[in-house]
Structures are given as structure tokens and as C-alpha cells.
């Protein structure tokens, strides 16, 4: 994470309680502190009647307190700011003016109040001393007094932290208080406003940031006040729900978390335009179930990060936070454009299968368990005794040995599910004895499965696709990319591939190439499935350069799918996954009997390449075996409508004409339908590997070039 470091004083603040607030706050102060250079960061635990803060950090005091065993009781007796605020309340005597309360504050010691934690560069100013009389200083304290007696002492006090700290984090008390008051309209340079998607988290804010912004604008103090809203603990197993909060919905009578805070900038900062899409695009904390339990901070604890990680998230916000003078002007890394819809008048539509990742160098599908290191234990002999038994079975045509045998285990498992929890099926089926160790049978067939979803990911994943970038398949890169550039130039500057592959390459060409801009429905700025279209490479200028869509009809190793679907990991990213629970979310579709209907994203792709076959002059097939159904029914259906006016090309050397006649005609054999007559007048592309790679180029543009005159 790269920020731009400033002083600041920055309040956490919610209206109420349980949205995150302090966990948000020191995830965000340990973040800061990695990036801090010479000065550090201080956390205040300004809610005072219901202290918290500390409870993250109560183990990061070892060093401090290093000559005890009792740290908690030296902990407690430590004083703190309700202390160190009495001490000045006892010191003023009389209304001072701003001279006067600035030479009492450089009469005191505040170093004396502050602990350093075993975090370098952090330090925090804890609540007070937790004894026997902490309620009574708290409640007694009038601040309303002590604030009319010295007005400007908060202002100065902010400004003798910031000459010693970086940034200065303010945990505020909730609800509408003298100490709230305090926390957002005194002190801060920046307030953070915590909510959860619900009224009563919403309204009480809304109002609070009006009266803040207000007193600023109306006081002494010349600092702009920026606010920045952070939803929290959003639930990303409720898609729909999160888009009605975000957006809102008219029969539910919500007007959306995003409009709301869109009509208040506009108000209270006199602003003529405001869009937050890019920002909440970016900034949502999601709800993870672990740190409903105890007091950990997610940044120093999780050891895996991706975007679907609490640290991601946590680093997406600090760096808006820090680096932006309010929400409205982020900008997502990622282009967006405009909208969802595209030009489906295309001339060309291309479609590519294993084929066309064979040809970078990645193995076949049915290859990977000829090439894995399976080895000789247990584990590995269930993998291989299923893939015989499916191996021996009649009629292998069409049916990828890997692929079924994927779903095989995944039908295992279920089974063992099945057995270990129902009684009754156990007890119907008769399979096993009641004294058999379930959970050892079932881990067993999850393990299994396990290291098949890691073969897919070692050969499909973007490390494979790199290696073979930088040595012996560079040369088919740079021919991939020729060819595709050509094709965009052959169609109007933009080109739509439709891809049936498992793979990364799509991902590692984009992040490779400086000559086209390639966009995707991932947003890569949180990993997202969309309507809309993203930048893959956000690092290069797009403008005037071909446009390349990537629509994936089966998904990708790089696909996850836990609610909605991701990919976590960006594009070209690391693909280093340790948990293996988190691989069996893979999102791809390996045999038909895995419905493509479960999955909207599939769904989409499908629709999208309808649309286009309805208009496209030519489908350009590059690698396909024709032996996918699904994909086949969709082009059957074109033709059905369209006739002659949609002419099919394929590049395949290995698949001559009969033969993928053949194949289409076998594949249509388990479907309700028949294959278009118009299949029959497939064209082959005449180019052979020996002919070289740049004869490849060649010969599909010289192909194409001749049926678009002709058309």
C-alpha cells in the first residue's frame, strides 16, 4: 500500500453502536503505522464511558511493561486522557484566552500519558486509569465548563499532537454528546463517519455531519472539516440486498446509502456534482463472521491477502483516507466505462477454446493428471482408481476424463455428507456400519478433491502462464497478441472473445500488453462481478488503442464464487491460495451436467454472446473441438434464424473438417434438437504449426479480410 503521508487528526465516529468503529479504527492506525516515516501515530480513546480501544492492543505492551508480570494491573494504573484533562480543568482559573491556553498545554507533559505498544511507530493515549474512582472522574467532568473557560484549548490541543505524530486517531463516543461534539466539530481535520446499511445507523448521522460541518464553517477555526463515510460489516452473501442499501429501491421506499451521502456533499460543501460510484465501489467493509469474537486486528493477523480479505479492505479506505481531500474525488484505478451496453454490430466475433490455450503452452485438460505428481499414498490411489472407473465407461466422446472426474468427487463428497449426517440414508443405502469413522471417510474424498482443484490451479493458474511468457512460449505470446490486435484492427478497433478456457491467459495477456486495452466485467478494484466494463490494465493510457472484451462462458481457476462471484486476486495476480476450504469455491464449469443456469455470470456471458451472433457477419472459432453443448446450441440457434448470413471459420490443425462435423453432430445426439444444416459449411482455416508462427497471423486475417469483401 502506497500513501501519501500528511499531519492529520482524524475522528472515528458512529451514531451507533456495533458498527465496527474502533476495530476499523485500529486496523487503520496499524496500517498508517507501517507507512510512518519519522514521526509515528497516536490512537486516543476518546469514548470514555465505554473505553474499548485498548482491548485490541492489550498483548502489545511487553516491551513497555518488560520488568513485570502483573502488565495488566501496571496497565491499568497508568493514567490516561480523562487524567490529563482534569489536570488541566484544575489549572485553568479563570476564561483564558488562546496565549494563555497554549502556554498551559506547554506546561504539561503529555509524553507522561502516552504508552508506545510493541508496534513500531504506534502509540495510544488510553481512556484514564482504570480504578476503583474512573466512573466518577468521567461523569463528573463537565466539558460544556470546562470548553466555555477555554475555548480554544481543543484546537491547540490537536495542534500540539500533530507537531509529535503523523496522524492522530480519535475513537469518539457515540450518539449526539458534549464528548461527540467534541471528537467531530473540535478536534478533527477529518471525521470518519462509521455506519452499517440501516435507518437507524443512517438518519442520527446524517444529521450529525450537518451540525459539525456547520459549527466549522461558523467558528474561528479555518480548517475544512472533510467527512468520509465508511459502510460496515456489509454482508456479501446478500447481493440483492446490498445493491437496494447501496442504491436504493423504490417498492421497498430505500433512497440508498450512496444518494444520501451524495445529496449531503453537494449541500453542506456547496458542490455542483457528486459521485461517490468509484468511491463505494471501493470502500465497504464486508461482515466477517471471526472477528464477531474477541478483539482482532485483521491486518495483523490474516496471512492471506486478497480482495475478499478484511486487509484489502482496510487498505482500499487508509488510502482514500489519507489521500484524497474528500470521497467525491476518487478515482477509480480502474476505468470504468460508461455503462454495461456495448456495439453488438460487430463484424467479427470471436470464440476460443482449449485449443488456443494448448497453443501458449498450457497442457489439455484430460493431460493434467498425466503430468501431476500425484505420488503413492492413499489419497492419490482414490484419485486414480476414480478416473479408471470412468475411463472404462462406453462412449467417452465429449466427456473430458478431468472434468468428470472433478465432479465424480464432488459427488463423493456430498455422499459422505450425506452419510455422516442422515441417519436414515446411512441406515437405507446400508453402506456403511455404525462404527465406521465418518469424518475420517469424509476427509479423505475432501482431500481428493483437494488436490484436483490444486492441479487445475498449479497448470491453469497466471505462475504457469508467466513462466512460459518468459521462456520457451514467448514467441506464441507475441503471435497471440498480433493476432488479436489485427482482428480489432479488421473490426472497427475492437474485438469480443468468448472464451470456453479455464485458464489465466486472458488475465496475464492483459496485464502484459501496452498496445491494446483490454476490459473485463471484473472490477478489479474489489474483484466484483458487474454489468459494466473495466480497464484490466489501469497503468496504461487506453485512449486510441484497440479495445479487447473478455466474456468467459465457463469461468476461470482465478474464479471464486461465495455469494457472488470474484476474482480476488486481479489481473495476472498471485494465485498463492493456502486455505484449501477457499479452493473449492472455484468457479468453473467442467462438464454439463454443472448447469450454466446457477450461475448468473455464466448466464450473462451466454446472453451477451446471443446478442452478438445475432448481428456478427463472421465467428471466428479458434481451438474448439466442438464438443460443448451449451456453446453449440447458441451458435445452432443463430443459424436456425440467421442462415448463410453467419459464416463460421475455425482454427484448429489437429481437427479436420469431418471430424468437427463429426464432433457436432455426436455432441447434439443428448439434445432435444437437431445441428442447423448450415454447420456443414464450417471453414477450416489452412494453416499448419510447421508453416510458423507468422504465418498463423497470416493467414486467419487474409481469411477473414477475403469473406468481409465478399460479404
Not at 496499524?30 to 501515530?41: F, I, P, R, T, Y
Not at 505524530?165 to 458534549?178: A, E, K, N, P
Not at 448468473?600 to 446478442?611: D, G, R
Request: glycine share 6%; with cysteine; aromatic share 12%.
Amino acid at each position: 500500500m502506497s500513501i501519501e503521508i500528511r499531519d492529520h487528526v482524524i475522528t472515528f465516529y458512529s451514531y451507533k453502536g456495533g458498527t465496527g468503529r474502533t476495530m476499523a479504527m485500529a486496523n487503520v492506525a496499524c496500517l498508517l503505522a507501517k507507512q510512518a516515516k519519522e514521526k509515528g501515530v497516536l490512537m486516543v480513546d476518546w469514548d470514555l464511558e465505554a473505553p474499548g480501544l485498548h482491548r485490541f492492543f492489550q498483548d502489545k505492551f511487553t516491551k513497555l511493561f518488560s520488568e513485570t508480570d502483573d502488565i495488566d494491573r501496571i496497565y491499568d494504573e497508568k493514567e490516561g486522557l480523562i487524567d490529563l484533562f482534569y489536570k488541566l480543568n484544575e489549572a485553568i482559573t479563570k476564561t483564558q484566552n488562546e496565549d494563555e491556553a497554549s502556554a498551559l498545554l506547554d506546561s504539561m507533559n503529555l509524553e507522561q500519558f502516552i504508552l508506545e505498544t510493541d508496534i513500531k511507530s504506534l502509540y495510544l493515549l488510553k481512556a484514564g486509569r482504570f480504578d476503583e474512582k474512573y466512573a466518577y472522574r468521567v461523569n463528573t467532568f463537565d466539558w460544556v465548563d470546562f470548553y466555555n473557560r477555554s475555548p480554544s484549548i481543543f484546537r491547540l490541543f490537536a495542534e500540539r499532537l500533530t507537531k509529535h505524530y503523523q496522524y492522530v486517531l480519535i475513537d469518539s463516543r457515540t450518539g449526539i454528546t458534549d464528548i461527540s461534539g467534541i471528537c467531530t466539530n473540535l478536534m478533527p481535520d477529518k471525521l470518519v463517519v462509521v455506519f452499517t446499511p440501516n435507518r437507524q445507523s443512517l438518519t442520527g448521522l446524517m444529521d450529525l455531519i450537518r451540525q459539525a460541518t456547520k459549527y466549522r464553517t461558523q467558528s474561528d477555526d479555518l480548517r475544512p472539516l472533510a467527512v468520509f463515510p465508511l459502510p460496515s460489516r456489509i454482508e456479501t452473501a446478500e447481493p440483492t440486498l446490498r445493491e437496494y442499501w447501496r442504491h436504493g429501491n423504490q417498492e421497498k421506499n430505500l433512497d440508498g446509502y450512496q444518494m444520501l451521502f451524495e445529496n449531503l456533499f453537494k449541500d453542506i460543501y456547496s458542490i455542483p456534482e457528486c459521485d461517490l460510484e468509484s468511491y463505494f465501489n471501493e470502500v465497504q467493509i464486508q461482515h466477517v463472521p471471526r472477528y464477531a469474537y474477541g478483539e482482532e486486528i485483521a491486518v495483523l493477523v490474516e496471512r492471506f491477502v486478497d480482495r475478499l480479505s478484511l486487509t484489502r479492505s482496510y487498505e482500499s479506505f487508509t488510502k482514500s483516507l489519507v489521500n484524497l481531500a474528500g470521497p467525491w474525488e476518487y478515482v477509480s484505478a480502474q476505468k470504468r466505462t460508461e455503462n454495461g451496453k456495448y456495439d453488438v454490430s460487430d463484424d467479427i466475433v470471436l470464440l476460443t477454446g482449449g485449443g488456443a490455450s494448448y497453443y501458449l503452452g498450457l497442457p489439455a485438460l484430460d493431460d493434467l493428471l498425466k503430468q501431476a505428481q500425484l505420488g503413492n499414498d492413499e489419497i492419490a490411489d482414490m484419485i486414480r482408481r476414480t478416473r479408471d472407473v470412468i475411463e472404462v465407461q462406453e462412449d467417452r466422446f465429449g466427456k473430458g476424463v478431468f472434468g468428470e472426474l472433478i465432479f465424480r468427487l464432488k459427488t463423493y463428497l456430498d455422499t459422505t455428507i450425506m452419510l455422516r449426517k442422515d441417519s436414515v440414508f446411512r441406515e437405507a443405502v446400508s453402506l456403511m456400519p455404525s462404527d465406521v469413522n465418518t469424518e475420517v471417510f469424509y476427509q479423505k474424498w475432501k482431500k481428493a478433491l483437494t488436490t484436483c482443484y490444486r492441479i487445475l490451479l498449479e497448470e491453469y493458474g497466471p505462475k504457469k502462464i508467466i513462466v512460459n511468457i518468459e521462456s520457451s512460449k514467448k514467441v506464441e505470446f507475441q503471435t497471440t497478441l498480433k493476432l488479436l490486435e489485427k482482428l480489432a484492427e479488421l473490426n472497427s478497433g475492437k474485438l469480443h472473445i468468448y472464451t470456453t478456457n479455464y485458464d489465466c491467459s486472458y488475465q496475464v495477456l492483459a496485464s502484459h500488453c501496452k498496445t491494446m486495452s483490454f476490459r473485463t466485467h471484473i472490477d478489479t478494484d474489489r474483484g466484483d462481478f458487474t454489468d459494466f466494463w473495466y480497464d484490466t490494465n489501469p497503468n496504461i493510457e487506453s485512449s486510441g488503442l484497440p479495445l479487447i472484451y473478455i466474456h468467459r462462458l465457463h469461468g476461470c481457476v482465478a474464479w471464486f464464487t461465495a455469494g457472488i462471484t470474484v476474482e480476488p486476486f486481479g489481473s495476472g495476480g498471485n494465485l498463492e491460495i493456502q486455505d484449501d476450504d477457499y479452493l473449492h469455491k472455484m468457479c468453473i464449469k467442467l462438464v454439463d451436467s454443472q448447469l450454466t443456469g446457477i450461475n448468473p455470470v455464466f448466464v450473462s456471458a451466454f446472453n451477451e454472446f446471443t446478442k452478438h451472433l445475432e448481428k456478427a457477419k463472421i465467428l471466428f472459432v479458434w481451438g474448439s473441438s466442438f464438443r460443448d453443448l451449451e456453446v453449440l446450441r447458441t451458435i445452432n440457434n443463430a443459424l436456425s434464424s440467421r442462415g448463410d448470413s453467419l459464416k463460421i471459420y475455425y482454427l484448429n490443425p489437429y481437427l479436420r473438417i469431418n471430424a468437427a462435423i463429426d464432433n457436432i453432430q455426436r455432441t447434439f445426439l443428448d439434445a432435444p434438437i437437431l445441428p442447423a444444416t448450415q454447420f456443414r459449411n464450417l471453414v477450416r482455416i489452412d494453416w499448419l504449426p510447421q508453416d510458423g508462427h507468422d504465418k498463423l497471423t497470416e493467414a486467419v486475417i487474409k481469411t477473414l479480410r477475403e469473406e468481409l469483401n465478399n460479404a
